[in-house]
């Protein structure tokens, strides 16, 4: 289980969270490949925390380090580094949506082909990843890993086409669900989205040479330039020639469906420093906040953000307000994943050890306590007793972003339907009893959709991804043996 900079307080002991997805960064033609990636995928630590791994490749042979934990615990020692020599390079940090949690299913996954050598790294999931695996094993292939990447090899392998580029784009066509992915050969960087660009990612510019990566903020850490987004269904192939150039060959759909990137990367996964689909994640955050106290108006004294991601939305929502803001909730980051052993005895300390209240700040007040979501709801439940414990007179939660009703498939980790808090209370207020609060109310979905976009949404052509809010899965499901009874549920959604 992973630990997040941005979630609805992490309680690892209850599950009580969503889990990030992956992150990718690739450079082409630079000496420090390796380097470079490492800084990137420290920068992109918040998607994935379970593992790291990279390839390079030094125009003779490809190298390959994988390690479990975090990516400053092994990529920060010279001798690691030493081991990676290279002018291309990709690399990936893991929160495992798919497959077991063990070094053989760290990325990048590396194949060698009878057209060369290949390395892939992938962030999201393939909603047929399964079924293809079941019918590539059908036709004798043998797997060495869990992870539905593996699929996208063996389809490598098994094209007719000529060049590797051409292989991967074949490749990657048969495939359906929410995915950014990166290839390297001997000579090239290929980088792709998924059709409807349910996952994020950017082109970026360092002395000239190409990189690609989830999020803006690991240009930033290198001091690359951002190019552009890579748009949704395009493939765009990076390849050095042997004079030392470097050629940039784009690839689109002949069809181009409309964008509709995940709103789970403004609401929660995103760092905050991003720039993602052209749109500040920050002030993407801070608007849902703005939009919340219009809609969900309370008098109270003191609006506290819950750490780390319902900071930027209690800020928002302190100025709409005109209630002032205090951190009345002290993060510890010094707890690792593994600092206690779960026992029973210690489950009531669960969130005591990740954060405490500051009574300063809270005794005696009315309360509002901002969030980015709420997943179980159990984490909520011990926060609000935190805060009464701390002399809080009255505690009302706000929740930036709408109630969640439907599990994800597209690579973040979500609870089954029937664990959601939404599906579990027929009612608000039975929601808001659980919880011990006040008061409790969620941001509209079109009170998100402005925060982000700038308008309501298009019922008729959604924006944006958003079926954890509203049941529209944007693609088929063909993996999960659940889905007539989540399309069950997206119709009693529709139906109120």
Same mark, same amino acid.
């Given at each position: 289980?992973?630990?997040?900079?941005?979630?609805?307080?992490?309680?690892?002991?209850?599950?009580?969270?969503?889990?990030?997805?992956?992150?990718?960064?690739?450079?082409?033609?630079?000496?420090?490949?390796?380097?470079?990636?490492?800084?990137?995928?420290?920068?992109?630590?918040?998607?994935?925390?379970?593992?790291?791994?990279?390839?390079?490749?030094?125009?003779?042979?490809?190298?390959?380090?994988?390690?479990?934990?975090?990516?400053?615990?092994?990529?920060?020692?010279?001798?690691?580094?030493?081991?990676?020599?290279?002018?291309?390079?990709?690399?990936?940090?893991?929160?495992?949506?798919?497959?077991?949690?063990?070094?053989?299913?760290?990325?990048?996954?590396?194949?060698?082909?009878?057209?060369?050598?290949?390395?892939?790294?992938?962030?999201?999931?393939?909603?047929?990843?399964?079924?293809?695996?079941?019918?590539?094993?059908?036709?004798?292939?043998?797997?060495?890993?869990?992870?539905?990447?593996?699929?996208?090899?063996?389809?490598?392998?098994?094209?007719?086409?000529?060049?590797?580029?051409?292989?991967?784009?074949?490749?990657?066509?048969?495939?359906?669900?929410?995915?950014?992915?990166?290839?390297?050969?001997?000579?090239?960087?290929?980088?792709?989205?998924?059709?409807?660009?349910?996952?994020?990612?950017?082109?970026?510019?360092?002395?000239?040479?190409?990189?690609?990566?989830?999020?803006?903020?690991?240009?930033?850490?290198?001091?690359?330039?951002?190019?552009?987004?890579?748009?949704?269904?395009?493939?765009?192939?990076?390849?050095?020639?042997?004079?030392?150039?470097?050629?940039?060959?784009?690839?689109?759909?002949?069809?181009?469906?409309?964008?509709?990137?995940?709103?789970?990367?403004?609401?929660?996964?995103?760092?905050?420093?991003?720039?993602?689909?052209?749109?500040?994640?920050?002030?993407?955050?801070?608007?849902?906040?703005?939009?919340?106290?219009?809609?969900?108006?309370?008098?109270?004294?003191?609006?506290?953000?819950?750490?780390?991601?319902?900071?930027?939305?209690?800020?928002?929502?302190?100025?709409?307000?005109?209630?002032?803001?205090?951190?009345?909730?002290?993060?510890?980051?010094?707890?690792?994943?593994? !600092?206690?052993?779960?026992?029973?005895?210690? =489950? +009531?300390? #669960?969130?005591?050890?990740?954060?405490? /209240? %500051?009574?300063?700040?809270?005794?005696?007040?009315?309360?509002?306590?901002?969030?980015?979501?709420?997943?179980?709801?159990?984490?909520?439940?011990?926060?609000?007793?935190?805060?009464?414990?701390?002399?809080?007179?009255?505690?009302?939660?706000?929740?930036?972003?709408?109630?969640?009703?439907?599990?994800?498939?597209?690579?973040?980790?979500?609870?089954?339907?029937?664990?959601?808090?939404?599906?579990?209370?027929?009612?608000?207020?039975?929601?808001?009893?659980?919880?011990?609060?006040?008061?409790?109310? !969620?941001?509209?979905?079109?009170?998100?959709? =402005? +925060?982000? #976009?700038?308008?309501?949404?298009?019922? /008729? %052509?959604?924006?944006?991804?958003?079926?954890?809010?509203?049941?529209?899965?944007?693609?088929?499901?063909?993996?999960?043996?659940?889905?007539?009874?989540?399309?069950?549920?997206?119709?009693?959604?529709?139906?109120?």
């Amino acid at each position: 289980m992973n630990q997040s900079h941005s979630s609805t307080l992490n309680d690892e002991l209850d599950g009580d969270t969503l889990h990030e997805e992956c992150g990718v960064f690739g450079v082409l033609g630079h000496p420090d490949g390796a380097t470079l990636t490492a800084l990137g995928l420290h920068a992109l630590q918040h998607r994935g925390q379970e593992a790291a791994g990279i390839v390079t490749f030094d125009g003779k042979q490809f190298h390959t380090e994988k390690r479990m934990g975090l990516v400053g615990d092994h990529y920060t020692d010279p001798a690691t580094l030493a081991k990676l020599p290279g002018f291309i390079s990709i690399g990936h940090t893991r929160y495992s949506t798919t497959g077991e949690v063990a070094l053989r299913n760290v990325q990048p996954l590396f194949a060698e082909l009878e057209v060369g050598g290949i390395a892939v790294a992938h962030n999201g999931n393939f909603t047929n990843g399964l079924t293809m695996r079941r019918m590539l094993i059908a036709d004798g292939a043998i797997f060495q890993a869990t992870s539905d990447t593996e699929v996208v090899l063996h389809l490598i392998a098994r094209s007719k086409q000529t060049s590797s580029s051409d292989r991967f784009i074949d490749a990657i066509r048969q495939m359906e669900g929410g995915y950014s992915m990166l290839a390297m050969t001997r000579t090239k960087l290929i980088a792709a989205r998924d059709p409807i660009g349910i996952r994020p990612l950017v082109m970026g510019e360092l002395d000239g040479k190409p990189i690609f990566c989830s999020e803006t903020c690991a240009l930033d850490i290198i001091g690359a330039k951002y190019i552009r987004d890579v748009e949704n269904g395009e493939v765009i192939i990076c390849e050095i020639q042997p004079d030392g150039s470097i050629t940039i060959d784009s690839r689109k759909a002949d069809q181009p469906k409309p964008e509709r990137l995940c709103l789970f990367e403004y609401v929660y996964f995103a760092r905050p420093d991003s720039v993602v689909g052209g749109r500040s994640v920050y002030t993407a955050r801070k608007n849902m906040g703005i939009n919340l106290a219009k809609e969900a108006p309370v008098e109270a004294d003191v609006v506290v953000p819950v750490p780390d991601g319902g900071t930027p939305a209690a800020l928002g929502f302190a100025q709409a307000s005109g209630i002032p803001f205090e951190y009345g909730i002290i993060r510890n980051h010094y707890v690792g994943r593994t !600092f206690i052993e779960p026992t029973q005895q210690i =489950r +009531a300390f #669960g969130v005591k050890l990740k954060h405490s /209240a %500051n009574r300063a700040m809270i005794e005696g007040k009315r309360v509002v306590l901002v969030d980015d979501s709420i997943v179980r709801g159990t984490t909520s439940l011990k926060i609000v007793q935190m805060i009464r414990d701390a002399g809080a007179k009255e505690v009302h939660i706000r929740v930036a972003s709408p109630m969640i009703y439907f599990p994800d498939f597209y690579g973040i980790d979500t609870p089954d339907a029937d664990k959601l808090l939404a599906n579990q209370y027929s009612s608000l207020q039975a929601m808001c009893d659980y919880i011990g609060a006040d008061s409790l109310e !969620f941001l509209s979905i079109d009170g998100l959709y =402005r +925060a982000v #976009g700038g308008e309501n949404r298009d019922a /008729a %052509n959604p924006q944006f991804t958003d079926h954890y809010f509203t049941g529209d899965y944007p693609t088929r499901l063909l993996d999960n043996d659940s889905t007539s009874n989540v399309r069950k549920l997206a119709v009693m959604a529709s139906n109120g």
